[in-house]
């Protein structure tokens, strides 16, 4: 499984764009990239999820360059309730049995 | 959406018994469901895979026979500490994954459990 590293934190302001980067250098061609956020006490939630280029939701895009060596989660105007911890993970699409091995993750702090 | 439950969300018990964590698939079916331990400022920990209708598989340095891993169906999975003690104190999460999707690998977690041993 490819291995990640973010950033340990980030502190933004209401209003802001966040970008959180994640570089897997060691991505393999099956794998996706999935980012999940998690509140303090709660189970992480499914953020946003993209194999290459851009994929945009209701919640925040990915940005994906050719090499797919890392991606970028783009957080538009954030509020205070987008403090959290920010996992990115990468992974293949076999549903049945690939398994999620978390980093570090990126505690993101918002201030008013 | 896909939703997770976790059973009880938070369990205090005394050292040497025993806890009993259920998780729930409730509108989906999961032939594969994941257990997470959880210590404070840090990052989920994956302990072992649970397959329906098959042994669990355990991560390195995790203990099968202290935590006992049951997936009886395709909605359920259990995970039960034996004889739990003070260490074991730690924030347990579930998750699984809809058998019907076959693209990327979302997992949908349950909220989870807290379970504090005296």
């Known amino acids: 499984l490819a291995k990640t590293t973010q950033p340990i934190s980030m502190d933004s302001y209401e209003g802001q764009e966040v970008n959180i980067t994640c570089s897997h250098n060691?991505?393999?061609?099956?794998?996706?990239i999935t980012w999940y956020q998690q509140f303090p006490s709660q189970g992480p939630r499914f953020i946003i999820q993209?194999?290459?280029t851009k994929v945009t939701n209701e919640v925040a895009s990915l940005f994906i360059p050719a090499d797919r060596k890392s991606s970028t989660l783009s957080l538009p105007r954030v509020s205070l309730s987008d403090t959290a911890v920010y996992y990115c993970?990468?992974?293949?699409?076999?549903?049945?049995?690939?398994?999620?091995?978390f980093g570090t993750g990126t505690r993101l702090q918002v201030f008013p | 959406g896909a939703v997770v439950s976790q059973h009880p969300s938070r369990v205090i018990c005394k050292s040497g018994t025993s806890v009993k964590i259920e998780c729930r698939s409730l509108?989906?079916?999961?032939?594969?469901m994941f257990w997470y331990r959880q210590f404070p400022k840090q990052s989920l920990m994956l302990m072992a895979t649970?397959?329906?209708?098959?042994?669990?598989?355990?991560e390195q340095g995790v203990e099968k026979d202290k935590f006992l891993i049951n997936h009886a169906s395709l909605t359920l999975s259990t995970l039960t500490v034996t004889s739990a003690h003070p260490e074991d104190s730690s924030f347990y999460i579930c998750?699984?994954?809809?058998?019907?999707?076959?693209?990327?690998?979302?997992?949908?977690f349950g909220p989870g459990t807290r379970l504090t041993v005296l």
């Open positions: 998750s699984a994954r809809d058998a019907r999707t076959g693209l990327g690998n979302e997992q949908f």
């Open positions: 060691n991505i393999a061609t099956n794998d996706y």
């Open positions: 993209g194999y290459k």
């Open positions: 993970l990468v992974g293949g699409p076999s549903y049945n049995t690939d398994k999620l091995i």
């Open positions: 509108d989906f079916q999961a032939t594969t």
């Open positions: 649970s397959n329906e209708g098959s042994k669990a598989t355990y």
